[in-house]
């Protein structure tokens, strides 16, 4: 019997190590709940809509909405908007806080395997886990929705851009968030002053503000029509600065990689000191 | 991985997988009731048709917009003309009605229009036929033909020429229930369309338009825009400053209400997001000038713009309760006109 050492596990293989074992955690943790609640909502709507149509009540007539422009909507006002970046924040923040809030990061780094993989298989993690419950809610809107005066084999293009805007979407967020709680001590407060301060601000006023969010080339991607329901969006509308493709994917592609990477160095040089 | 968490995973994939297939499948119209139309009238459009429009007239005609816009509207007696002429009730009888347009050349033939509905040929002929018509055959169909005019008066080809029409007007009986109406030129396209089996189904760009529209709408347009704007006799200036629009469709729904949506196709991206940011910013400026103005932000409000990458979309709305209104406005100046008279000043 020999006791040759072993060598220690590659990044990536660390990494889909630590994906393995925290995927159950984080699906079936209580924070999958709120998820469900987010995600879930737009769903019952949808489906009592649905419903309502179906017993032959007058919702859908005399109005210029069809299905698949009250789908757009839901998009925008639940998804895009909300549920997205709402998402990347609960989840994105907490891929460390929570292993030095239960002091279980210990167990982790004492493990031969880098620090950094540790985070991005954790963000793995996070992206199957969000990924794996947002998309077929989004379907399951769209089949409900879409046929409301509206055709499923027309918009059919459509539903797959806003699933791939949308997990682009959560992995970008979850990036910039992941970052975020990597570095600050309270990243969950920063996290939504982030979201709903600076986004909802810059992306309003004129200039180039708007290019230091995220929600400026994500809601370049959307297929459909902003919505005009608030002052807000009016004004966002007058001073409209769309974003093409190109720019817009180029773009997330770069937060989303400097923003791990970032994160995985952050995370790599960090001395976490755990309360007593 | 647990198995719990490994099924969940492959419900999540399951349904996106699925929800994707259904549209799928229903894009290549391969699932019935999710098109409005079948495509049994288009065998007889020409494949290289510029614009292609469609009503189902029974649906349209039974609704309830319909029969208000009816007591708003006076009837003509050119309906109950056609009645009595050839049999044939325009209200009753007619359930679709598509119109192929081939462009201005009249040498390609104009514009065939097709009618699906109950018919007494027999008796169509006949009416005809004491009207002047003339009973001829093209390759195996029965034609009417009014070569020498109504009253055996020979129509010339200045005639032919302001009405837009290459050839005599014709109507062939195609199909048990489906008519041709047309020029000559058009009506033997029509039929020659449907025997070599190049109709306007092969033409992808038009078909991916239609597919689009159709879906909900009970009468709808599509088309070049170059042919709208052709036919709309607009200044040249006005032409050149157009955005590059390629093509242009306008669908409606008509139950209680007409709501529908006009849709524009631009040759790339940055057109129509130039198109959509006038639209979107002509509505957004008008919605803050109408202020508290409760009917022009009804108006504004029945607009929605939408859209993807190459297309725009003008969503639209007539509720029933206008035509109401329309209706009370009209009773009004009926009653109000002889009071009018009558009332010392």
Known sequence: MTNAPRSAPGFLYAALRVFDLSLGDMLWSRRTVFMALVVGMPVLIAFVARSLVALGAPIMQNTAMTGPLIFGLMIWAFFVRFSVPVLGVFYGTSLMADEVEDKTITYLFTRPIPRGAVLVGKYLAYLVCTVCVVLPAVVIIWLLIVPLKGSLGASVIDLAKDLGVLALGLAVYGAVFALIGAALKRPLLVGLIFVFGWETLAMVLPGNLKRFTVAYYLQGLVPHAMPSDSPLSLMQQIFQDTPGLAQSLISMAIIEVVCLWLAARTVARREYVLEQ | ?345
């Open chain 2, 1 to 345: 991985m647990t198995h719990r968490t490994r099924y969940f995973l492959i419900g999540s994939a399951l349904i996106v997988v699925l929800g994707v297939g259904t549209g799928l499948v229903a894009l290549n119209g391969a699932l019935p009731g999710l098109s409005a139309t079948d495509d049994s009238e288009l065998a007889y459009v020409p494949g290289d048709s510029t614009a292609l429009a469609y009503a189902d007239v029974r649906t349209i005609m039974s609704s309830e917009f319909r029969q208000k816009l009816r007591q708003v509207l006076p009837t003509g007696d050119e309906k109950d003309r056609i009645h009595q002429e050839i049999g044939v009730d325009l209200e009753h009888d007619i359930d679709v009605v598509v119109a192929g347009f081939t462009g201005s050349d009249p040498t390609n033939g104009s514009a065939v229009v097709l009618v699906r509905g109950r018919f007494n040929d027999a008796r169509i002929e006949t009416t005809a036929v004491q009207h002047g018509a003339k009973v001829e055959e093209y390759r195996g169909k029965r034609l009417l033909s009014w070569n020498h005019g109504a009253g055996g008066v020979e129509p010339t080809e200045g005639h032919a020429m302001a009405a837009g029409l290459s050839g005599p007007p014709v109507v062939a009986f195609l199909e048990p229930g489906l008519l041709a109406l047309g020029p000559s030129a058009s009506v033997r396209r029509a039929i020659d369309t449907a025997a070599a089996k190049t109709d306007i189904t092969k033409n992808a760009e038009l078909m991916k338009l239609v597919n689009e529209v159709r879906g909900g709408a009970n009468a709808w347009v599509v088309g070049r825009f170059e042919e709208f704007t052709k036919s709309a006799n607009l200044p040249d200036e006005v032409k050149a400053h157009l955005p590059a629009v390629q093509f242009l469709a306008v669908s409606a729904h008509v139950n209680g209400g007409l709501s529908g949506t006009i849709l524009a196709q631009t040759r790339d991206d940055q057109a129509a997001q130039d198109l959509k940011a006038v639209v979107s910013g002509a509505l957004a400026a008008g919605r803050l000038l109408a202020g508290q103005d409760q009917r022009a932000t009804t108006v504004l409000n029945a607009l929605q713009v939408g859209g993807t990458n190459k297309t725009v979309t003008l969503g639209f709305a007539v509720p029933s309760e206008v035509l109401d209104v329309l209706s009370d406005i009209a009773r009004g100046q009926m009653h109000g006109a002889p009071e009018r008279k009558q009332r010392p000043r």
